[in-house]
């Protein structure tokens, strides 16, 4: 049983591309979440999904950053016009479906470098 | 919402000594909580997790503690070895509600051999 997929692992990009992250859950899990992580610091939550559903984005900013679930396909998380404050490791994690939806398993994350 | 502190932010100890982690959290409805240790350039791994209805859990060296009255829980590591060492994240969750897990800013664990 495959664990969370995170790709890339590790991703460039000039000040002003957009960034795309992806995640793929475990099999059988159907919420994802979204972190953001800094040099030394904790777990940031940004953006909770379900297939087809955004049900907490309260963590994610306003501006230049969605994530969407698709019925078919990986999570994605998507960074607009990219600045320097977006270098940050960026983890999901995934938890099986309502019910039993406490545990959540992390991916190995993305790593944003933002020129 | 919920608010987790957790501390020592660092916590320096010689291989063999035990470690205490400590978190507390505000709200009395959060009743399941994860520890997760992270390894430099890795990703947070569960380690152990307790449940309200659960006063202490232990796994080989490593035990969790809950004390839902004064609302703090524990993260005991004993014999420890400098595999050990990392960053250890608290959380606490409710299941009504909210089901995003509030997580502590995370100790930092240094075992010297």
């Known amino acids: 049983n495959a664990g969370v997929m995170q790709n890339p692992r590790h991703l460039v990009r000039r000040r002003g591309q957009e960034a795309r992250l992806r995640c793929s859950p475990m099999?059988?899990?159907?919420?994802v979440y979204w972190y953001r992580q800094l040099p030394e610091e904790g777990l940031k939550f940004m953006v909770y999904?379900?297939?087809?559903?955004?049900?907490?984005e309260s963590g994610m900013p306003k501006e230049r950053f969605s994530a969407e679930f698709p019925k078919e396909g990986p999570s994605i998380l998507r960074i607009q016009q990219v600045v320097r404050g977006d270098s940050a490791a960026y983890f999901c994690a995934s938890s099986p479906p309502q019910g039993l939806a406490d545990t959540q398993y992390f991916g190995p994350g993305t790593r944003l470098t933002v020129l | 919402g919920e608010n987790v502190e957790q501390h020592p932010s660092t916590l320096s100890v010689q291989e063999g000594d035990s470690a205490v982690i400590k978190c507390t959290y505000s709200d009395s409805a959060s009743n399941y909580f994860p520890w997760y240790k992270q390894e430099l350039g890795k990703r947070p791994q569960l380690i152990i997790d307790i449940r309200s209805n659960v006063g202490e859990k232990k796994d080989q060296r490593i035990a969790v503690t809950l004390n839902k009255t004064a609302k703090h829980f524990s993260l005991h590591i004993t014999e420890t070895q400098p595999e050990d060492s990392a960053v250890y994240f608290c959380?606490?969750?409710?299941?009504?509600?909210?089901?995003?897990?509030?997580f502590g800013r995370g100790t930092s664990l240094i075992v010297h051999p």
């Open positions: 959380a606490a969750k409710s299941s009504g509600g909210s089901y995003i897990p509030t």
């Open positions: 099999k059988g899990h159907s919420h």
């Open positions: 999904l379900q297939k087809e559903n955004i049900i907490d």
